[in-house]
């Protein structure tokens, strides 16, 4: 799964809100990347709830990122953090997806941007948050 994972191209910042959001051209995702994501931690409820009432500039839909999504963005050659180059507020800490663990409702899959690595938490812990929406076009 990782060699997929190297193959997936750099991000490029937008030109209309490049101080908020990066568009990720593979997937047509936008990434919230502001300077409120440092450092910005909740439990997953709560990280939904921001999510879907998060506007920047004239974005709005923003929910959590699925496992999948999240791994689009994780740059395994690097360290401290693990993301592809466009992003500039990202922590080294563990980000929430909305992706269920199939043994136990009460926990979701995460991402470690450190290294990048995924790992299964409780939903009533406080993890970092990064939303993302559709491009819309």
């Given at each position: 799964?990782?060699?997929?994972?190297?193959?997936?191209?750099?991000?490029?910042?937008?030109?209309?809100?490049?101080?908020?959001?990066?568009?990720?051209?593979?997937?047509?995702?936008?990434?919230?990347?502001?300077?409120?994501?440092?450092?910005?931690?909740?439990?997953?409820?709560?990280?939904?709830?921001?999510?879907?009432?998060?506007?920047?500039?004239?974005?709005?839909?923003?929910?959590?990122?699925?496992?999948?999504?999240?791994?689009?963005?994780?740059?395994?050659?690097?360290?401290?953090?693990?993301?592809?180059?466009?992003?500039?507020?990202?922590?080294?800490?563990?980000?929430?997806t909305t992706?269920?663990?199939?043994?136990?409702?009460?926990?979701?899959?995460?991402?470690?941007?450190?290294?990048?690595?995924?790992?299964?938490?409780?939903?009533?812990?406080?993890?970092?948050?990064?939303?993302?929406?559709?491009?819309?076009?």
């Amino acid at each position: 799964m990782k060699a997929f994972l190297f193959t997936i191209p750099f991000l490029i910042s937008t030109s209309l809100s490049a101080e908020d959001v990066v568009l990720d051209t593979t997937t047509s995702l936008l990434w919230q990347d502001a300077i409120e994501n440092v450092g910005l931690t909740m439990t997953y409820f709560e990280a939904q709830d921001y999510c879907s009432r998060l506007e920047v500039k004239q974005y709005k839909n923003f929910r959590l990122p699925t496992l999948f999504e999240l791994q689009t963005i994780i740059d395994y050659k690097k360290y401290k953090p693990a993301v592809l180059d466009g992003f500039r507020h990202m922590d080294n800490e563990t980000y929430w997806t909305t992706t269920p663990f199939a043994d136990d409702g009460s926990e979701v899959w995460t991402v470690n941007f450190k290294k990048g690595e995924i790992a299964v938490k409780g939903k009533h812990y406080s993890r970092n948050v990064r939303c993302v929406t559709e491009k819309v076009n």
